[in-house]
């Protein structure tokens, strides 16, 4: 139980386009689900955190409008990052915690390789 | 916020036990402790996780002293394919604290 899926796995864009990644939980409902980032050789940095049907909350730094989180339903949540530049290039990991579990546990994606040149 | 604090990174023979210390002096009354292993362009996987004394499970041991205020994570006969960076997060059912990852411990297990 509780798998989280992430795709696609590993994307390659050219600057100034937008790229969606989505986050399923496959076998549970998630409540919520978290966004985070992480560069090599370092640790998750959390960017925003998606109540299913409500407006994510963003993580202080992280402009909303450059990574917009739609949680549309209980088992989907997508990141779009607009207009990407190199800088963006980085793993994203998104996590998912559902009601059923009575500790405040995440479960996490597999991960996206953003790669923008 | 329930901050954590490991060490760096550690070695390790094949086949020995390994325990890795995670302290968080603020914890707070309803936190639960997490921990996670993290390989290489993968994300984090659930390992372990608990309240207090001990808990066990088919992969590791977490101990919790009775103040709380530190937990170590026992890897017992460690193999090659257990070199990955470990993580403890402390947080509670109510909210968001254990959202946030210290710099985790780079675990080598060396043959």
């Known amino acids: 139980g509780a798998v989280v899926s992430q795709h696609p796995s590993r994307v390659i864009c050219k600057s100034g386009t937008s790229v969606k990644i989505e986050c399923r939980s496959l076998d549970f409902q998630a409540t919520t689900m978290f966004w985070y980032r992480q560069f090599p050789k370092k640790s998750l940095m959390l960017m925003a955190t998606?109540?299913?049907?409500?407006?994510?909350?963003?993580e202080q730094g992280v402009e909303k409008d450059k990574f917009l989180i739609n949680h549309a339903s209980l088992t989907l949540s997508t990141l779009t990052v607009t207009s990407a530049h190199p800088e963006d290039s980085s793993f994203y990991i998104c996590?998912?915690?559902?009601?059923?579990?009575?500790?405040?546990?995440?479960?996490f994606g597999p991960g996206t390789r953003l790669t923008v040149l | 916020l329930a901050k954590t604090t490991q060490p760096i990174s550690m070695d390790s023979y094949e086949g020995q036990e390994v325990n890795i210390t995670c302290s968080h002096n603020n914890i707070a009354t309803n936190d639960y402790i997490t921990w996670y292993q993290q390989f290489p362009s993968q994300g984090p996987r659930f390992i372990i996780q608990?309240?207090?004394t001990k808990v066990t499970n088919e992969v590791a041991s977490l101990f919790i002293p009775a103040d709380r205020k530190s937990s170590t994570l026992s890897l017992p006969r460690v193999s090659l394919s257990d070199t990955a960076v470990y993580y403890c997060?402390?947080?509670?059912?109510?909210?968001?604290?254990?959202?946030?990852f210290g710099t985790g411990t780079r675990l080598t297990v060396i043959p």
């Open positions: 608990g309240y207090k």
């Open positions: 996590s998912a915690r559902g009601q059923q579990y009575s500790t405040d546990t995440q479960y």
């Open positions: 998606s109540n299913e049907g409500s407006k994510a909350t963003y």
């Open positions: 997060l402390v947080g509670g059912e109510t909210g968001a604290n254990n959202l946030f």
